[in-house]
Structure formats: C-alpha cells, structure tokens
Nanobody
C-alpha cells in the first residue's frame, strides 16, 4: 500500500507560480512512475506530468510544456510540480498518483496508476 498526500495548492493570479508537493508513504517501489493529473470543473481528469522514481525521465502534457516542471526528492519520498506562468485554464483539482507497469513512462495512462492522493485545489484568477 502507498499513501499519497498533496499540498501547495491555493489561489494565484494569472502569470503567477505555485509549487505542489506530493509526499508518499508506505511501499514505494523503484521503477514506479509518479504522475500529476488534474480535473477542472465539468471536465474529465487529465494527465499533466509524470516522472520515474528511478531515473530523471519526465513527460509532460502539451498544454504545460515550458511552464510546469516535475521533479522528485527520493530522500524525502516527495514529488513536486513547479507551475509557472499559470493561466485561468490551469484551474483544477490536482492529484498525484503512482503506479508501476512494464512500459515506457510516456505510454502510461490514467488506468496504470494504482494509488491516488486526495487532491489539492489550484485556482488561477484572470
């Protein structure tokens, strides 16, 4: 079992920045993927970014490339999502998730992630 806890959400003006954290506890596995997803009001949950626990391989949704950066601190069992140049359309509940599948990180889908956090609200005012 893995428990995930997100933090760092809040209200920010367009153009501003936030850093989300996802602290993992329990049985985290080498080779697992850690992902960030988001769900905006009235929309389905969508992929934002992912990183491997074992390597520095990262993968991003097109909509956040150049603005968001995912990173990890293995010693703290924590994954971060640095969000810069925020836009109103980034408003959503952000979730972190983890899973381990024998496939490239870029091939992971939402259903490959077994454990999910409760989410943290990010609101960007225009």
């Amino acid at each position: 079992q893995v428990q995930l806890a997100e933090s760092g959400g809040g209200l920010v003006q367009a153009g501003g920045s936030l850093r989300l954290s996802c602290a993992a506890s329990g049985r985290t596995e080498s080779g697992s993927a850690m992902g960030w997803f988001r769900r905006a009001p009235g929309k389905e949950r969508e992929f934002v970014a992912a990183i491997s626990w074992s390597t520095h391989t990262a993968f991003y949704a097109e909509s956040v490339v150049g603005r968001f950066t995912i990173s990890r601190d293995n010693a703290k069992n924590t994954v971060y999502l640095q969000m810069n140049s925020l836009k109103a359309e980034d408003t959503a509940v952000y979730y972190c998730a983890t899973g381990k599948k024998p496939k490239p990180l870029s091939d992971y889908t939402l259903y490959d992630y077994n454990y999910w956090g409760q989410g943290t609200q990010v609101t960007v005012s225009s």
